[in-house]
């Protein structure tokens, strides 16, 4: 995927309006009715439930969103497909026949989806891909920067090997789905900073980014390198970063490698608070989710400075070119900065990480 411009967390319309009209729009962007007032319908596809986010943060900021942007007359058609590709063929389906106004699609299987994407655009409905790069006749795109999440995934397990990083040091890799455009660019972005520094001993594709099939293969990777020579572990989420921990576990390794993760998920920052996962990505989501939802309304309502300045960088997927696009800002998650990030954000108050069980990890870092 190429990327012209690299972004900022624009979230606000603070752009100068003089410089918008030499932006332009993509050549593919459908026309949405410049007429239509509050009462639109936002489609929203989401792809799984076993993340966390996606019901809990994604759905209700964007659902929030789209009430304040319309004066509580918008209303948003919510479905996750529960990690079933062919699942969220037909939920799209639906929403076509439906005849939402837009589409935010999440895709299971970004490739796979092509087909309904063009099905939308023949029947004049807008597709925004959200998070994941969807293939087919998109309009527009937003996500976080997702070779940004890889690379800082590749550093921070080195930082955390520290000494023990070397050419003979076994590094095993836990990537996401093949089927996740993103899982791509996390993997190519770590393996970029790993090279050279570590051997890459394992590495593996997990269909569905499941974690019970990554703790699976950790346990093959284990008895494949030895236990006592894993030197860290490249998880791509917290999820499956929970599967390997739970797998080096049962092998009865008790001093456990430096293992990353993503998703900042509360099981997560909780095993990083206890010292078990090294580190997290968090990817604000509500900046994304809201953010979308301004882009889907300002699509339906015509309004194409608004939607412009929200998507000012341009990306390339498989089928389609200089998709209009906004890529939303990471930061690496440790032990140092949990105040700082999710609990200033309002994701998790410190009493829901700092459970009876982690109280003294707690009190360490000065959380309560
Ligand atoms: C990715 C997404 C991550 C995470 C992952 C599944 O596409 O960017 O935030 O949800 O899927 O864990």
Redesign the pocket.
Known sequence: MRRIAMAVAASTLTFPLAACGALGGSGSSSKASPTKGNDLTVGLLL??TA?T??DRFDAPALKNKVAELTRKQGKVEYANAGASASRQMSQMQKMIDDKVDVIVL?AVDAHGIAGQVKKAKGAGIPVIAY??LAEGPIDAYI??D?DL?GEVQGRSLLEAMGSQASSSAKVVMMN??PT?P??KQFKAGAVAQLNGKVTIAKSYDVKD?KAEIAQADMAKAIESIGKSDVAGVYA????MAGGVIAALKDAGVTKLPPVTG??AELAGVQRIVSGEQYMSVY?SYPTEAENAAEMAVAKVQGKDIQFDSLTRDRVDSPTTRNIPSQMVSVVALTRSNIKETVIADGIYKASDICTAKYSADCAAIGLK
């Not at 791509?236 to 999820?239: E, I, M, P, S, T």
């Open positions: 792809p799984e993340n986010r996606y999440d998070d994941r996500s976080f997702n999440v996401g789905s996740d993103n899982a980014w791509a989420n917290d999820g993503q998703d990817k």
